[in-house]
């Protein structure tokens, strides 16, 4: 059970692991890995539901998605003072990709909670400083988009209207399309 938890924690890459035993797939009769895995997954539900998705993998969602779109998530652009950042809307937020390019020196604008977070992000590898530009080295989910705008700007954005589709859509509009088309 350990190893299978070990294996969905590493696949979803929601956090870093800090675990000293990599744990071994031993043979196990197939009765009890059975158990294993139910035990896992109510393991799974109860760490979900405490806010804590450790074995759950982040689902991106289509806000503007129609039926006859296949309801695939859009990529959303932030290119707001020389920055260069991709995302995706997810259920939870959204989700900053890999490759994406921020500013390095933070504006005064920034609160010091989110210089810090800047500052841990580096620390756990998800971003590096290169130069005079802060680059996203893995994906990392944001719980909102202003919270993604202002880490990859270094300043406080309204995020709501910064990020945008291809088209120039906001998250915004995006946003009020999908509720206007649940009613």
Same mark, same amino acid.
């Given at each position: 059970m350990e190893w299978q938890a070990i294996q969905a924690a590493t696949q979803t890459g929601r956090y870093e692991l800090h675990n000293g035993n990599g744990a071994s797939n031993p043979h196990t009769p197939p009765p009890l890995?059975?158990?294993?895995?139910e035990y896992l #997954? &109510?393991? !799974? *539900? @109860?760490? &979900? &539901? =405490?806010? +804590?998705? =450790?074995?759950e993998p982040v689902r991106e969602i289509s806000l503007a998605g129609t039926p006859g779109e296949? $309801? /695939?998530a859009e990529t959303l652009f932030f290119r707001e003072g020389g920055t260069d950042a991709r995302a995706r809307p997810t259920t939870e937020g959204v989700l900053v990709l890999a $490759?994406?390019? $921020?500013k390095a020196i933070a504006r005064p604008s920034l609160s010091?909670? @989110? /210089?810090?977070?800047?500052v841990a992000l580096v620390e756990q $590898? *998800?971003? #590096?400083v290169r130069g005079?530009? +802060?680059?996203?080295?893995?994906d990392h989910l944001f719980s909102s988009p !202003?919270?993604?705008g202002a880490i990859v700007v270094g300043g406080n954005i309204n995020g709501r209207i910064t990020w945008k589709t291809a088209d120039g859509r906001t998250f915004q509009q995006l946003e009020d399309q999908a509720l206007s088309s649940e009613t």
């Open positions: 890995e059975s158990d294993c895995r #997954e &109510t393991i !799974s *539900v @109860l760490l &979900t &539901t =405490l806010g +804590y998705p =450790l074995l296949g $309801g /695939a $490759g994406s390019v $921020g010091a909670s @989110l /210089a810090r977070r800047r $590898g *998800v971003a #590096e005079e530009e +802060y680059v996203f080295v893995r !202003s919270t993604a």
